[in-house]
């Protein structure tokens, strides 16, 4: 938890930096947050190749809207609102070839035995959730967002973020134990 809130603080303070003209800040907010923007599109749209595209474009909308932040304590929730509405729009332009492409790689995925028994259950529950509530875990769970930044970050009030995931886990739960098929 304190790691967590030294991550944050150090976030806030790279993009204060940045707002001071500093490249090298930008360089290391790049390099800590492309990976997790990379995870969270990856898991939403399960293509690694459009991942890569929604996830550049994503990093160029957050350059050229950063001067406009105007509380850096907002960043990760900034940063993963603009992921969402950069996939919504290639789902949007392309429903039918990402459904077929993230199935596909769900299928692949639950082949692979590299992966172990335990993450191909885990990709297959998350895989279960509705997108809204998949966003929602990912965020909660994966990228440890409050619960005020995935509403932020989903656009939607506080009770419905709390509601998601309290539903997402408790499917994510029932999933892995095995009570759903």
């Known amino acids: ?6 991550d944050r603080t150090y976030d806030e303070l790279l993009v204060l ?12 907010l790049a390099a800590r947050w492309y990976p997790r923007l990379m995870r969270t599109a990856r898991r939403l749209i ?17 350059v050229r809207g950063l001067p406009r932040l105007k509380d850096p ?16 729009d290639v789902i949007r332009s392309n429903t039918r070839d990402r459904a077929q492409k993230a199935h ?6 639950t082949c692979t035995e590299a992966r172990g028994e335990t993450m191909t259950a885990l990709d297959q529950a998350f895989a279960g959730l509705s997108p809204e509530h998949r966003l ?26 709390k509601s998601r995931i309290f539903y997402a886990r408790r499917q994510l739960k029932a999933a892995l134990e095995g009570d759903l098929p």
């Open 1 to 6: 938890m304190a790691q967590r809130e030294a």
């Open 17 to 28: 930096l940045i707002g001071e003209g500093d490249r090298r800040a930008g360089e290391r």
């Open 46 to 62: 399960g293509d690694a190749d459009a991942a890569e595209e929604i996830v550049q474009d994503t990093w160029f909308a957050i």
């Open 73 to 88: 304590s907002r960043f990760p929730a900034w940063a993963f609102s603009i992921l969402r509405r950069t996939c919504v």
């Open 104 to 109: 596909a790689a769900v299928t692949q995925a």
């Open 136 to 161: 929602a875990a990912i965020l909660y769970f994966g990228e440890g967002l409050r619960l005020a930044e995935i509403a932020n970050a989903t656009d939607v009030p506080l009770g419905t973020a």
